[in-house]
Structure formats: C-alpha cells, structure tokens
C-alpha cells in the first residue's frame, strides 16, 4: 500500500474539484438546507465508491472493449445533468413561509443513480484502475481504495453543502438566489458537456 498517500491525494482532488454532484450537492443544500442534503451525499458518495470497486475488479476493461456503450453512458450522462441543470435554473428561491411546500430536492436514490450517468466519476474510476491497482490481491486492494475513497470524498461534498448553506444566507434576496441558480445551471451544463466534447 505504497501508493495509498498518492491515491488519497488523488481521491481529494477528484472528490473536492468541480463536477456535476458537486454543483448539484451545492444548489440543493442552497434551496434544502444542509439536513435534507446529507442523505444525497451519503448516496452520491457511496454509488461513486462502488463504481470505483466495479471498474477495478475489472468492469472498466469490458467498457474498454464496447466503445459505444461508453459513448452511450455518456451522452446519457449528458443529457440528464442537461435536464437536472435546466431544473435548477427554473428554481424558485426558498421560501420563508414555512407553511408553502417545498420542492424535495434530489432524492438518495437519484443521487446514486446520478453517479452511474456521472462521466466524471467513470473517468476517476478508469484512472483508479490503471493507476492505483497495482499487482498482488485486486480484490481487497480494491474494497481499501473503494472505502478510502468513500472516506475522502464525504467531507468534500459535505465542504461543498456547506458553501450553498453559506451562500443561501449571503444571496438574501430572489433576485440574487435566481442569479445564483441562473450560475449553477451554467457551470453544470459546462462540466457536463465538456466530458463529451474534448
């Protein structure tokens, strides 16, 4: 276990930089609160981990080998961060009046499921694989990368909810909280389609 301090520089720059969850983790706690979005992390960081442990014990060769199925998964990825930045870019502001309902945010479920749309969580993956594995035992090497990996990334998320708690207090006003919201849309279709077009 040589490499584990560069894997954990790695799996910090891969979970803290900008990507899609990210953007997503930061507009939902803005709208939801920091409460309503530890359960979206806990999903989106534990669906990633595992995806993780699948490409190493040896998915990430057979999609290696379907070209197409890769191309597909992304544009699928694509296509629905497209449809959620779209979401977010028609979101209300949150409303003071506790009494109105609130909109539920992404669920758990989506947020897992968002991790196998994700490009970039299938490129780390790739890049844990070819980089990381090493020779000897693949399959507890992996459970440890994995779980390392779910360790790291669940406080970044977590630093990025707390930048939207944060700047929900700061962008008071709805016309502030739009332009917020107007951003993220912007910086989610950026990251998204950049996976496919470079």
Do not use: Y
């Amino acid at each position: 276990m040589e490499s584990l301090l560069p894997f954990l520089l790695f799996a910090f720059v891969a979970s803290i930089t900008p990507g899609p969850t990210n953007i997503l983790v930061l507009s939902h706690s803005s709208r939801l609160g920091l409460g309503a979005t530890l359960p979206v992390i806990f999903g989106a960081c534990v669906a990633a981990a595992l995806i993780v442990f699948a490409v190493g014990l040896g998915m990430g060769e057979t999609l290696l080998r379907f070209p197409r199925v890769q191309q597909a998964m992304a544009w699928a990825g694509v296509l629905w961060l497209s449809w959620l930045a779209w979401q977010i870019f028609q979101s209300e502001p949150p409303s003071l009046d506790l009494t109105t309902s609130r909109d539920e945010g992404l669920s758990v479920f989506g947020a897992a499921i968002l991790q196998l749309v994700n490009p970039k969580v299938w490129m780390m993956a790739m890049a844990v694989a070819s980089v990381f594995i090493g020779s000897g035992e693949k399959t507890m090497r992996m459970v440890v990368l994995s779980l390392v990996f779910l360790l790291v990334s669940l406080p970044c998320m977590t630093l990025w909810a707390l930048v939207g708690v944060g700047s929900a207090r700061v962008f008071g006003s709805p016309q502030a909280f739009k332009r917020m919201n107007h951003a993220l849309a912007f910086l989610l279709l950026v990251s998204a389609w950049l996976t496919v077009l470079v």
